[in-house]
DNA sequence: TAGATTGTTAATCGATTAACAATC
DNA sequence: TAGATTGTTAATCGATTAACAATC
């Protein structure tokens, strides 16, 4: 299979989601255009998707609604346990520490680390938060894969150095700055302070001012 | 001046991130190199961007750090303050109503909802915590143009629907499901589940498994 | 002048949309 | 068969990169 638009990739959990969705509602088959409707794209979209990951519809009938939830998630890698470990214990730390949506689709936080002493050895989500200084040990011990970056943006660069040091393959980080990282880790950044920027920008227009 | 693409748009607030750390650092010019450098693009994509505003450099000289986070912060509509209405005080909504990134940017959080009795008239960043009959009262008395929406997927579109009918313009979602708004109001969403999944998608490539 | 750096154009690349033949 | 819906192609659109003349 050659390799997956990575366009077409940051669509598949929104329609993974769709089709639990429907299977809740009891459809059995589906649509690209009931698809398209669920997950905020367009019929030709969602053909398109589908059809580059492999031909899983039927033309004239549809997808067969669970079957194609299966291969999507296989797809995304969702079917195997992933180990996260969570850096930077604030108020976004503990969410996402505690976060339900993570469980449902194998993410397990396995670890929590945090500067403040205050915060070192206290308990969260059942386990207790580390220092720094044991990061590296953590993901090792725990074969964590994957960083979660939530302390602000001044150590931010300094911690994702030490999470690529000590092995993760993947960083989702909510630290208000750009990051660097070798070309080898795949990096995600969510930055709320920008979001409402670029809502911003168009308050502004419409408000004329 | 011509409609600014939505990729440009995006960009700017990691602009005017990169010069006010150039600013500390006490540079009172600066080049596309430097920016790019800071703000995780390249030169090129710096220039087309910042040239598509207006034309604010100097050849052979570069941009005026301090004037140049000016016009950016004005383009953005940061100059101006926004009144923001959080919607789900759960550990997220608490997290948003406190975060430090937020009026530093211009934005206030003016009103608090929660749909849990338990959690109606606490006390949360200085605001009491209003029922969602409340919702359309609080954003008409706060003048509030933009709504953010922290609860869990189920109550999200209704929420979104409310916060349309009240008047917001623009609307920040957590919650993991597609919304719908009219063409008029803005919606950007924030997915962490998401890109969580995108993240095991990689993984899963690099580890063969 | 010589070196640096912007602003802008042309070339490339990737993503989306529209249309329709294949086929259930 | 007639109607529905996929899979796929071609057309369009938008975004990025590369190159370089303009100019400080």
Known sequence: ?????????????????????????????????????????????VRKDLSSLGSWGRRGVGYDTAHLREKLATVLGLTTQRRVVVVGVGHLGHALARYPGFADRGFTVVGLVDADPAVVGSVVAGLVVQPPERLGLLVERTAATIGIIATPAGPAQQVCDALVEAGVGGILTFAPRALRVPPEVDLRAVDVAAELAILAFHDRRRRHA
Request: net charge neutral; with cysteine; charged share 20%.
């Open 1 to 45: 299979m050659r390799q997956i638009p990575s366009a077409t990739v940051a669509r598949l959990p929104a329609y993974v989601r769709a089709l639990e969705a429907l299977l809740a509602d009891g459809c059995v088959t589906t649509s690209s255009d009931a698809l398209a409707d669920r997950s905020g794209t367009s019929p030709s979209l």
